[in-house]
């Protein structure tokens, strides 16, 4: 259907992931794009958070963005979530391969980007199909630990890992997100995973070649973006994930008054209110 604007046309669609499917929302220029990005969602927050942004890409830049919610998560939620097996590494190593697959099929001859937003860029090192995006963009992705946050913001972050968080999702199976005023809830085994490597030392790294395939970025550009305000992922994480990306990453980091805003973060890079930061982030 073509929305409000009268400049982008919208379609939801299935991607099927196995005996799953992803549920994602496509936005597009009428004419034929040459530019597609799959846009890799936050933990924990829905695909249509990044409507706008999805509708500025099309409307503005004449870029396609698809849009979609990991499995057993949002519109692709099925079944009992404290039934789930998905875990972190699922959505990264799998459903995010299978979003750009979806892609490719649907616009062949266009250039290939991804665009992750924190989780969404986090394990782009070890993922299957790295030597098909042509460019990968990094937003508030980095490779976080306990000890990067600063207070008091690390102690709300200790609690959520090590207080209430683990024995409400003992109790009933799947992190009660919502009720815990995280904001959506999650698998267990996502939240175990994302609990393992945020209280290590060396996040995932220790995992690569044994739970996690090595590391084989084929060289495409990377663009990582920290924020001087981001209290969840600060610059000095994105950075080390940066390292991981190799000679391939460029870093940019960003204070919110350069671009005019009182205050980025970690979630609100997408949010409508700071489009101002939009234009920095695809360069183009």
Known sequence: MLDSQHTVLTEDI????????????????????????????????????????????????????????????GHSL?????????SMADWALIDMPAARAEMRERFPKAQHWTI????????GPVQPDV????????????????????????????????GHAPLAVRLLGYLPGKALGFGSDLPAPVYWQWRRWCTSSNSYKPEIGSGLPEVSWAGAPVDLFAF?????????????????????????????????????????????????????????
């Open 14 to 73: 299935c991607i099927p992931v196995g005996q799953a499917a992803l549920s994602g929302r496509l936005y597009r220029p009428v004419a034929e794009p040459d530019v597609v990005v799959v846009l890799n969602s936050a933990t924990g927050v829905p695909r249509d958070y990044y409507r706008h942004f999805a509708r500025w890409l099309a409307a503005e830049r004449g870029i396609a963005c698809l849009t979609y919610d990991y499995r057993d998560f």
């Open 228 to 284: 001087t305000d981001d209290q969840m992922v600060p610059p000095e994480a994105v950075w080390r994930l940066a390292d991981l990306y190799g000679s391939a990453a460029n870093r940019h980091l960003i204070d919110p008054q350069e671009v005019g805003l009182a205050g980025i973060g970690h979630i609100g890079v997408f949010a409508r209110r700071n489009a101002a930061v939009w234009p920095r982030l695809i360069g183009v």
């Open 131 to 162: 030597d098909r995006i042509d460019r990968m963009i990094c937003v508030c992705s980095g490779m976080v630990t306990l000890a990067d946050h600063p207070w008091p913001y690390r102690a709300l972050a200790g609690l959520f890992w090590y």
């Open 116 to 123: 992750g937003h924190s989780v969404g860029g986090m394990l």
């Open 78 to 86: 099925s079944g009992q979530l404290k039934e789930s097996t998905v």
